[in-house]
């Protein structure tokens, strides 16, 4: 009847600590060897775009068994997708047009030409990259919420005249938050006033350590401006992807992640997609979200008609019936009936979700209920406040909070009013958003109301403390 979660993790080719993730945004810390009921396999099945075929309550295994597990064999080298974060001004949109040239083939195959949300360079040695399009921080988180990991690369962007500002140390919270590693470009080092070295050791105080320092984390100085450097930044993404070995099967119906998508006057719904596994081909039958379409049309960004699309490509494709959000994944199956079930599926299972979600969401006390019984004892918490002081201090005084079995685990402590991209990540964090001093504005509330995120206020920090304390011993396991 039931099925660990490792196990589960083995049908599906998952990594369990995604399946881990994604139930601890449902509400629900889990490890490795607990068990699933049916229901709870199948919703986390059909989330990560497996088609769960029950014939009767037990057959949950069954079907998933029908699956494709992706072995060693059948895994290849895809191109690293990579984002560019950073604080405003400091050169992400100069960095992705600059590197959008870098492409070798653009000259005979027609340059990069549309903006489709995301594109991908070819350098010499026929390796190649894909850069998410959309610079910044909102569509990052807001994927991330969605528990769509796309990004494997995070390139921070700082200027060496201007060094780390808030948005810079924002990045590398959720960079850090999502376990992405960080490849740092030190951007205009044309200009007068440079000073790459005091952006090194700014770094250094926000836990980024770069070899020079004895960390891992790769430097490169460009100039987006003289086109400098590109080159070796791009080689310094090949290196990290080399590490990350980043793998995926082609020959299996393709799984795409939804990164930007618009309805067009005479096209009709035209989404861009990012391949993550499989091969997407035209013709075939999907799924996105609740949603059903057969693909008519794949173009890439340089306006060339594909037949397909494999790991890694990002391709705009035409035939959805509705418009779907970022985020949203996208299944082939094998035909009509198969994808209406799926999207009915999915339409219950969000409705269900939506219905029970002030009862599972990130409030601290319905956290508090589900970690009493559960052994994995993190508590994660975002906390913004009105001065850098105040945030220290309760991250201070959480930090002394831990024992062995509970600690808080600060996803992000920053200064300001809590806005849409705080509450964003506490929803992909599933932490609660602590309010110290500050308020959250209009478009946090409502998002918050909507993705289910608790926001606690306070003015006094030991009220804060006071009551996390509380909440964490009712995490702890009762004593007998
Ligand atoms: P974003 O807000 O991070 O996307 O930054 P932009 O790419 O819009 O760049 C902000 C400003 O910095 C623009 O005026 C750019 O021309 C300028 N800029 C970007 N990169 C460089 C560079 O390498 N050197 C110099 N001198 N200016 C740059």
């Known amino acids: 009847e039931n099925i660990t979660v490792q196990e589960l993790s083995n049908r599906m080719a998952v990594r369990v600590a995604d399946i881990i993730k994604f139930m601890m945004r449902q509400g629900q810390m889990m490890k490795q060897s607990d068990e699933l009921d049916a229901d709870t396999a199948e919703l986390i099945a059909t989330e990560f775009g497996h088609t769960v075929k029950r014939v009767a309550e037990s057959d949950v295994e069954e079907g998933l068994a029908g699956?494709?597990?992706?072995?060693?064999?059948?895994?290849?080298?895809?191109?690293?997708?990579?984002?560019?974060?950073?604080?405003v001004d400091h050169g992400k949109t100069s960095l992705l047009d600059a590197l959008r040239q870098t492409d070798v083939v653009s000259g005979e195959a027609g340059g990069i030409t549309q903006h489709i949300g995301a594109y991908q360079v070819r350098v010499a040695s026929g390796q190649r990259v894909t850069f998410l399009d959309?610079?910044?921080?909102?569509?990052?988180?807001?994927?991330?919420?969605?528990?769509?990991?796309v990004t494997d690369i995070v390139v921070l962007v700082v200027a060496a005249d201007d060094g780390v500002m808030p948005q810079t140390v924002e990045a590398i919270q959720h960079a850090k938050a999502s376990g992405v590693p960080i490849i740092v470009a030190i951007n205009k080092m044309d200009k007068q006033g440079a000073n790459p070295d005091k952006v090194l050791s700014e770094l250094t105080q926000h836990e980024v350590i770069v070899e020079q320092f004895g960390g891992d984390v790769q430097v490169?100085?460009?100039?987006?401006?003289?086109?400098?450097?590109?080159?070796?930044?791009?080689?310094?993404?090949?290196?990290?992807?080399?590490?990350?070995?980043?793998?995926?099967?082609?020959?299996?119906?393709?799984?795409?992640?939804?990164?930007?998508?618009?309805?067009?006057?005479?096209?009709?719904?035209?989404?861009?997609?990012?391949?993550?596994?499989?091969?997407?081909?035209?013709?075939?039958?999907?799924?996105?979200?609740?949603?059903?379409?057969?693909?008519r049309a794949i173009t890439n960004e340089r306006g060339q008609q594909l037949q397909n699309a494999g790991p890694s490509e990002p391709?705009?494709?035409?035939?959805?019936?509705?418009?779907?959000?970022?985020?949203?994944?996208?299944n082939v199956v094998e035909n009509e009936n198969r994808a209406r079930e799926v999207a009915d599926y999915r339409a219950r299972a969000?409705?269900?979700?939506?219905?029970?979600?002030?009862?599972?969401?990130?409030?601290?006390?319905?956290?508090?209920?589900?970690?009493?019984?559960?052994?994995?004892?993190?508590?994660?918490?975002?906390?913004?406040?009105?001065?850098?002081?105040?945030?220290?201090a309760i991250v201070g005084s959480l930090e002394k909070l831990a024992h062995e079995e509970v600690r808080a685990r600060v996803v992000l402590s920053g200064v300001g009013a809590i806005n849409e991209s705080d509450v964003q990540l506490a929803k992909g964090s599933g932490a609660p958003v602590i309010g110290f001093n500050v308020r959250a504005s209009k478009e946090a509330r409502d998002l918050a109301e909507r993705e289910g995120v608790e926001i606690r206020y306070y003015n006094i920090i030991y009220d804060l403390i006071d009551d996390i304390k509380g909440v964490m011993s009712g995490m702890l396991a009762p004593l007998n």
Request: aromatic letters at 2%; hydrophobic letters at 40%; charged letters at 25%.
């Open 67 to 87: 699956d494709i597990v992706d072995s060693d064999e059948n895994l290849e080298p895809r191109p690293p997708v990579v984002t560019i974060m950073g604080h």
């Open 134 to 149: 959309t610079p910044g921080h909102a569509a990052f988180s807001a994927m991330r919420a969605r528990g769509a990991q």
């Open 220 to 295: 490169v100085k460009v100039s987006a401006l003289k086109k400098e450097g590109l080159e070796e930044l791009v080689e310094q993404i090949l290196l990290q992807a080399e590490v990350l070995n980043l793998r995926a099967n082609p020959d299996r119906p393709a799984e795409a992640v939804v990164i930007e998508s618009k309805l067009d006057k005479g096209r009709g719904t035209v989404a861009t997609v990012l391949v993550q596994m499989g091969t997407l081909k035209r013709g075939d039958i999907v799924v996105v979200g609740a949603q059903i379409g057969r693909i």
């Open 315 to 330: 391709v705009e494709i035409m035939g959805l019936e509705g418009v779907p959000e970022p985020g949203n994944v996208l």
């Open 350 to 392: 969000k409705k269900q979700r939506t219905t029970g979600i002030k009862s599972t969401g990130t409030s601290l006390e319905s956290m508090m209920a589900k970690f009493k019984d559960s052994t994995a004892k993190e508590l994660p918490i975002l906390i913004k406040a009105d001065v850098q002081g105040s945030a220290e």
